[in-house]
Protein backbone atom coordinates (compact mmCIF):
# COMPACT_ATOMS: atom_id res chain seq x y z
CA UNK A 1 0.00 0.00 0.00
CA UNK A 2 1.49 3.12 -0.96
CA UNK A 3 2.37 6.06 1.28
CA UNK A 4 0.05 8.64 1.99
CA UNK A 5 2.08 11.51 0.34
CA UNK A 6 3.70 9.40 -2.72
CA UNK A 7 3.22 12.08 -5.64
CA UNK A 8 1.71 10.91 -8.97
CA UNK A 9 1.66 13.82 -10.66
CA UNK A 10 3.38 17.18 -11.28
CA UNK A 11 -0.14 18.84 -10.59
CA UNK A 12 0.37 17.56 -6.75
CA UNK A 13 3.10 19.37 -6.46
CA UNK A 14 1.90 22.96 -4.79
CA UNK A 15 4.57 26.16 -5.64
CA UNK A 16 4.16 28.90 -3.68
CA UNK A 17 3.24 32.20 -5.09
CA UNK A 18 5.77 33.91 -3.49
CA UNK A 19 8.38 31.92 -4.88
CA UNK A 20 9.26 33.12 -7.93
CA UNK A 21 10.13 36.63 -6.06
CA UNK A 22 11.99 35.08 -3.83
CA UNK A 23 14.49 33.47 -6.64
CA UNK A 24 14.28 37.01 -7.94
CA UNK A 25 15.28 38.92 -4.88
CA UNK A 26 18.14 36.35 -4.60
CA UNK A 27 19.87 36.03 -8.20
CA UNK A 28 19.90 39.88 -7.69
CA UNK A 29 21.32 39.61 -4.10
CA UNK A 30 24.03 36.86 -5.86
CA UNK A 31 25.32 39.34 -8.51
CA UNK A 32 25.68 42.20 -5.69
CA UNK A 33 27.34 40.57 -3.53
CA UNK A 34 29.35 38.14 -5.88
CA UNK A 35 30.51 35.36 -3.02
CA UNK A 36 33.09 33.79 -3.50
CA UNK A 37 31.98 30.07 -2.09
CA UNK A 38 27.78 30.59 -3.28
CA UNK A 39 26.92 27.53 -1.72
CA UNK A 40 28.18 28.60 1.52
CA UNK A 41 26.78 32.03 0.95
CA UNK A 42 23.27 30.79 -0.05
CA UNK A 43 22.80 29.31 3.26
CA UNK A 44 23.52 32.27 5.51
CA UNK A 45 20.98 33.81 3.16
CA UNK A 46 18.20 31.43 3.45
CA UNK A 47 18.97 31.22 6.74
CA UNK A 48 19.21 35.15 7.42
CA UNK A 49 15.58 35.25 5.50
CA UNK A 50 13.62 32.74 7.36
CA UNK A 51 14.51 34.71 10.78
CA UNK A 52 13.68 37.64 9.59
CA UNK A 53 17.53 39.09 9.95
CA UNK A 54 19.56 41.47 8.04
CA UNK A 55 20.46 39.81 4.98
CA UNK A 56 24.34 39.24 3.88
CA UNK A 57 24.07 41.55 1.14
CA UNK A 58 25.94 44.16 -0.19
CA UNK A 59 24.20 47.29 -1.34
CA UNK A 60 25.80 46.92 -4.51
CA UNK A 61 28.49 45.71 -6.71
CA UNK A 62 31.66 46.44 -5.89
CA UNK A 63 35.51 45.49 -6.93
CA UNK A 64 37.61 44.22 -4.42
CA UNK A 65 40.09 46.34 -2.91
CA UNK A 66 43.57 45.06 -1.15
CA UNK A 67 45.79 47.09 1.33
CA UNK A 68 48.88 48.34 1.18
CA UNK A 69 50.17 44.97 1.29
CA UNK A 70 47.81 42.06 0.49
CA UNK A 71 44.34 41.27 -0.82
CA UNK A 72 42.69 40.45 2.30
CA UNK A 73 39.40 39.64 0.94
CA UNK A 74 37.41 42.60 2.77
CA UNK A 75 35.86 45.11 1.34
CA UNK A 76 33.79 48.49 1.82
CA UNK A 77 31.01 46.50 1.00
CA UNK A 78 31.00 43.38 3.17
CA UNK A 79 32.46 45.56 6.08
CA UNK A 80 29.23 48.00 6.00
CA UNK A 81 26.97 44.49 5.35
CA UNK A 82 28.64 42.91 8.92
CA UNK A 83 27.91 46.68 10.20
CA UNK A 84 23.87 46.11 9.44
CA UNK A 85 23.83 42.73 10.90
CA UNK A 86 26.01 43.33 14.41
CA UNK A 87 25.82 46.76 15.10
CA UNK A 88 22.09 47.09 16.26
CA UNK A 89 23.22 45.80 19.46
CA UNK A 90 26.57 47.32 20.16
CA UNK A 91 28.30 43.75 21.32
CA UNK A 92 28.20 40.78 19.49
CA UNK A 93 29.26 37.68 20.55
CA UNK A 94 32.86 35.89 18.93
CA UNK A 95 30.41 33.20 17.28
CA UNK A 96 27.62 35.21 16.47
CA UNK A 97 31.09 37.56 14.15
CA UNK A 98 32.25 34.33 12.96
CA UNK A 99 28.79 32.88 11.63
CA UNK A 100 28.27 36.33 9.78
CA UNK A 101 32.10 36.55 8.64
CA UNK A 102 31.65 32.94 7.15
CA UNK A 103 28.34 33.92 5.84
CA UNK A 104 29.92 36.68 3.70
CA UNK A 105 32.42 33.85 2.34
CA UNK A 106 35.26 35.78 4.43
CA UNK A 107 38.76 34.05 4.93
CA UNK A 108 38.62 32.90 8.96
CA UNK A 109 42.35 33.64 9.53
CA UNK A 110 41.84 37.43 8.43
CA UNK A 111 39.46 37.19 10.93
CA UNK A 112 41.12 35.74 13.52
CA UNK A 113 44.30 38.12 12.92
CA UNK A 114 42.08 41.18 13.83
CA UNK A 115 40.60 39.57 16.68
CA UNK A 116 43.97 38.92 18.10
CA UNK A 117 44.98 42.57 17.50
CA UNK A 118 42.03 43.84 19.35
CA UNK A 119 42.29 40.90 22.06
CA UNK A 120 39.07 40.65 22.26
CA UNK A 121 37.81 37.99 24.54
CA UNK A 122 33.83 36.28 23.95
CA UNK A 123 31.81 39.77 23.86
CA UNK A 124 33.02 41.96 21.19
CA UNK A 125 32.39 45.76 20.98
CA UNK A 126 31.00 45.94 17.61
CA UNK A 127 32.77 49.54 16.83
CA UNK A 128 35.80 48.46 18.22
CA UNK A 129 36.03 45.63 15.76
CA UNK A 130 34.42 47.66 12.72
CA UNK A 131 37.17 50.57 13.84
CA UNK A 132 39.90 47.51 13.01
CA UNK A 133 37.86 46.50 9.92
CA UNK A 134 38.30 49.91 8.64
CA UNK A 135 42.53 49.14 9.54
CA UNK A 136 42.57 46.04 7.38
CA UNK A 137 40.90 48.42 4.59
CA UNK A 138 43.01 51.44 5.09
CA UNK A 139 46.99 50.59 5.73
CA UNK A 140 46.85 53.89 7.83
CA UNK A 141 45.24 56.07 10.54
CA UNK A 142 43.84 58.64 8.61
CA UNK A 143 42.60 55.87 5.20
CA UNK A 144 41.03 53.97 8.02
CA UNK A 145 39.25 56.75 9.29
CA UNK A 146 38.23 57.77 5.73
CA UNK A 147 36.90 54.28 5.14
CA UNK A 148 34.83 54.75 8.13
CA UNK A 149 33.06 57.84 7.20
CA UNK A 150 32.32 56.75 4.51
CA UNK A 151 31.04 53.20 5.13
CA UNK A 152 29.28 54.68 8.10
CA UNK A 153 27.67 58.20 6.68
CA UNK A 154 24.07 58.18 5.66
CA UNK A 155 25.03 60.87 2.58
CA UNK A 156 24.87 59.95 -0.37
CA UNK A 157 27.44 58.04 -2.26
CA UNK A 158 29.95 60.61 -3.51
CA UNK A 159 29.11 63.01 -0.91
CA UNK A 160 30.92 64.82 1.96
CA UNK A 161 30.42 61.51 4.10
CA UNK A 162 29.57 62.80 7.32
CA UNK A 163 29.43 61.31 10.47
CA UNK A 164 28.58 62.23 13.98
CA UNK A 165 31.99 63.42 15.22
CA UNK A 166 31.18 61.14 19.00
CA UNK A 167 31.58 58.34 16.66
CA UNK A 168 34.61 59.71 14.87
CA UNK A 169 36.34 60.42 18.12
CA UNK A 170 35.74 56.59 19.51
CA UNK A 171 37.04 55.25 16.21
CA UNK A 172 40.08 57.46 16.15
CA UNK A 173 41.08 57.08 19.59
CA UNK A 174 40.75 53.22 20.06
CA UNK A 175 42.84 53.42 16.58
CA UNK A 176 45.38 55.53 17.73
CA UNK A 177 45.53 53.78 20.98
CA UNK A 178 46.22 50.44 19.61
CA UNK A 179 49.25 51.98 17.80
CA UNK A 180 51.17 52.53 21.37
CA UNK A 181 53.77 55.26 19.74
CA UNK A 182 51.12 58.31 19.52
CA UNK A 183 50.50 60.05 23.10
CA UNK A 184 47.62 61.41 24.54
CA UNK A 185 48.35 64.36 24.23
CA UNK A 186 48.90 64.35 20.33
CA UNK A 187 45.50 62.08 20.28
CA UNK A 188 43.93 65.50 22.60
CA UNK A 189 45.74 68.10 20.14
CA UNK A 190 44.01 66.42 17.01
CA UNK A 191 40.46 65.93 18.26
CA UNK A 192 40.77 69.73 19.25
CA UNK A 193 42.19 71.08 16.13
CA UNK A 194 38.85 69.78 14.33
CA UNK A 195 36.81 71.26 17.02
CA UNK A 196 36.00 74.53 15.76
CA UNK A 197 34.97 73.01 12.07
CA UNK A 198 32.31 70.12 13.99
CA UNK A 199 31.16 72.75 15.69
CA UNK A 200 29.87 74.53 12.00
CA UNK A 201 28.40 71.62 10.73
CA UNK A 202 25.68 70.97 13.93
CA UNK A 203 29.12 68.06 15.70
CA UNK A 204 29.58 66.13 12.44
CA UNK A 205 32.62 65.50 10.61
CA UNK A 206 33.31 65.05 7.11
CA UNK A 207 36.50 63.26 4.97
CA UNK A 208 37.71 66.86 4.10
CA UNK A 209 38.15 68.11 7.40
CA UNK A 210 40.85 65.86 8.69
CA UNK A 211 41.82 63.55 5.57
CA UNK A 212 43.60 65.43 2.87
CA UNK A 213 45.84 67.32 5.38
CA UNK A 214 46.43 64.19 7.17
CA UNK A 215 47.46 61.50 4.94
Known sequence: MPLPDTMYCAQQISIPPELPDILKNFTKAAI???P???????????????????????DRLEMNVATQKTDTGLTPGLLK??????????????????????????????LETLLSLGNFGSDIDWMEFFALGCSALGGTLMSSLKFACEILTEDEEGGAARIPFSIFVKLYTYLAHLDGDMPQDHIDLFLRSLQAQVNKQNGMIQVSNFYISRK
Do not use: I
Open 36 to 58: KDLLQWSEAYFSALSKGECLPVK
Open 81 to 110: TLHKQLSPRQTCSKEELQKKWKGLCLPMDQ
Open 32 to 34: RTQ
